[in-house]
């Protein structure tokens, strides 16, 4: 059973969260829950419009005044507002603060210091794993992160066609022998051949179904 005061503090990541109540109203009610029952007053609700990988956020700094000034527990609805670095559950350990997180009660600064490093490791591993595979897929000739005002020169452009053409040319010469014996069994127009090669299930070359303008384009590939 909540006793004391408490300052409650609630971080939303965008503006837009923090004018529609967005997640807000979600971390409200779970402190309001927490706090029910009991001889407790809720001295403030601080509001934080931040990303949560920043250490400089103003209005925490705020809660943990408002805190000291009335000898209030900081209050907050999901400890991951809190714990997403080492550096920054520092400061909140010297900020001399008690604190409640709603979704983990038994929590302590000890804990919350941990958890910390934890995280902060976790997030560096994600990064460095993250950076070593788009080096490695840069080192293999991908194009990464699209054409973001990149030139493409018409040497690229023209093996980027002939390669298409290539690869279209390869498919033909694949179909043909397909096409001649399903002739051979008796089909003659282009409606017939594209109902026995769906009857075989061979897709186009996009994974779809033949039509008779489809067969055509490949006989007319090979024709050329």
């Known amino acids: 059973m909540a006793q004391g005061s408490f300052v409650a503090y609630y971080r939303v990541s965008t503006p837009r969260q923090g004018r529609s109540g967005l997640g807000l109203e979600a ?37 943990l005044r408002l805190c000291r000034l009335h000898k209030a527990t900081l209050i907050i609805a999901k400890l991951d507002r809190l714990a997403r670095n080492v550096a920054f559950v520092s400061t909140l350990m010297e900020a001399g603060v008690e604190f409640v997180a709603v979704d983990f ?23 460095d794993r993250t950076k ?14 699209g054409n973001r005002g990149a030139i493409i020169t018409a040497d690229a452009r023209a093996r980027s066609v002939a390669s298409r053409a290539q690869a279209a040319e390869r498919r033909a ?36 179904t033949w039509s008779a303008v489809q067969v055509q384009r490949v006989l007319a590939r090979l024709d050329a």
């Not at 038994?106 to 997030?123: C, D, K, P, S």
């Not at 070593?132 to 992160?145: E, N």
């Open 105 to 127: 009660p038994q929590a302590n600064r000890l804990t919350v210091h941990i958890l910390a490093a934890v995280a902060e490791h976790e997030a560096k591993a994600i990064s």
């Open 27 to 63: 971390q409200q009610q779970a402190v309001r829950t927490h706090l029910n029952g009991g001889n407790w007053e809720l001295v403030a609700e601080v509001i934080e419009v931040e990303s949560g990988k920043r250490n400089d956020r103003p209005k925490l700094a705020e809660a």
């Open 132 to 145: 070593s595979a788009l080096a490695a897929a840069k080192a293999r000739g991908t194009v990464l992160g």
């Open 173 to 208: 010469g694949d179909i043909l022998p397909i096409v001649a014996e399903i002739q051979a069994g008796g089909a003659v127009s282009l409606r017939e051949i594209a109902t026995a090669l769906n009857a075989r299930h061979i897709p186009t070359s996009r994974g779809g």
